[in-house]
């Protein structure tokens, strides 16, 4: 029986860990299908505090795993298939076909950006392709940059890049958009940004150079295509919380993201716990979900200690 089990790494679970460890919780974490989450997707990471220099996403997450290890974090690269509650009020945990049982569960399983499903599109991620232009919008000053996408998503994008790029060009595949009426008023008025309506990205140009040329853009109208000379790609079609494994242990908003008790990490299951992009549907930032992972892990010893003054005291 272990007192904790972490599940899903990233900025959020790996702050998680290192609080953990610390606290002489001797955390099992299962780095899950993404190790390191989004960050190992990002090129270089210019706004977490603490680098004024900028480092690899990559890097970051590396870092932060090794100071959970340091800890004393048991650290698998493992996937979970699994997650049920027990009747003794602990958690039995199954990956790789082998059961864990934990008395308290922190969940940092992030949300996963929705592709273009392109090969090109996996080819030249971090090499002028992004989900993120909050996180990327810096290495565009004075680029050609397209979001792809008609919600609200793909308008705040867009209206945040202007601050860097050139040209913000929307390729939205429908007539008209899906977001919200004051958020399209506020983009069709900005000078700097373009719409092309009826269109589809059939393919992002420049893996022989290894960067982003430009994109071929297909006709949802007639099936015709023509290509587009462009610096960068900004998929704006959504996030997919990977909230599948408690859908039954917590409940979840309409888009699927984990509701946690306000101001905390706390689900309606007591002993799990969630964090990161499981529960931030707004923010996405590494930042932020280091912070809830550092709620998380705090939450999570104190529900550790108080049952184990409740099992000592025979309630």
């Keep these: 029986m272990k007192n904790l089990i972490i599940i899903g790494s990233g900025p959020a679970g790996w702050t998680a860990a290192i609080y953990a460890s610390r606290a002489n919780l001797e955390p099992l974490v299962f780095e899950g299908d993404e190790p390191g989450g989004q960050l190992m997707t990002t090129t270089e990471v210019e706004n977490f505090p603490g680098f004024p220099d900028g480092l690899l996403g990559p890097d970051l997450m590396e870092r932060c795993k090794r100071q959970a290890a340091r800890f004393g974090a048991d650290i698998r690269s493992e996937r979970v298939d699994e997650l049920r509650r027990e009747p003794d009020g602990g958690f039995a945990v199954s990956a790789n076909g082998k059961m864990h049982q934990a008395m308290a569960v922190i969940l940092s399983t992030g949300a996963s950006a929705r592709r273009l499903g392109l090969e090109s599109e996996k080819a030249l991620y971090g090499k002028g392709v992004s989900a993120c232009a909050t996180c990327d919008g810096f290495f565009f000053k004075g680029k050609r940059v397209i979001v792809v996408g008609g919600g609200d998503s793909a308008m705040e994008e867009a209206n945040f890049l202007t601050r860097f790029a050139d040209t913000v060009t929307i390729v ?3 007539d008209a958009f899906r977001a919200s009426k004051i958020m ?3 983009i069709l008025k900005n000078p700097k940004i373009h719409v092309i309506w009826n269109s589809e990205v059939a393919d992002i140009l420049g893996r022989d150079e290894g960067k982003v040329t430009g994109v071929r853009l297909r006709s949802t109208a007639d099936g015709s295509e023509r290509e587009m000379p ?7 079609i959504g996030h997919s919380p990977n909230s599948g494994l408690v859908k039954d242990l917590a409940d979840l908003d309409d888009k699927g993201y984990v509701i946690t008790k306000p101001g905390t990490a706390s689900t ?3 002993g799990l716990f969630a964090c990161g992009d499981l529960i931030d549907a707004r923010y996405r930032q590494a930042i932020t979900a280091a912070g809830t992972g550092c709620m998380a892990a705090l939450e999570a010893e104190r529900y550790l200690s108080e049952r184990e003054q409740d099992v000592g005291s025979g309630k």
């Design 184 to 186: 399209q008023e506020r």
């Design 172 to 174: 939205h595949r429908r």
């Design 268 to 270: 309606k299951t007591p």
């Design 230 to 236: 462009i610096d960068g790609v900004f998929a704006a």
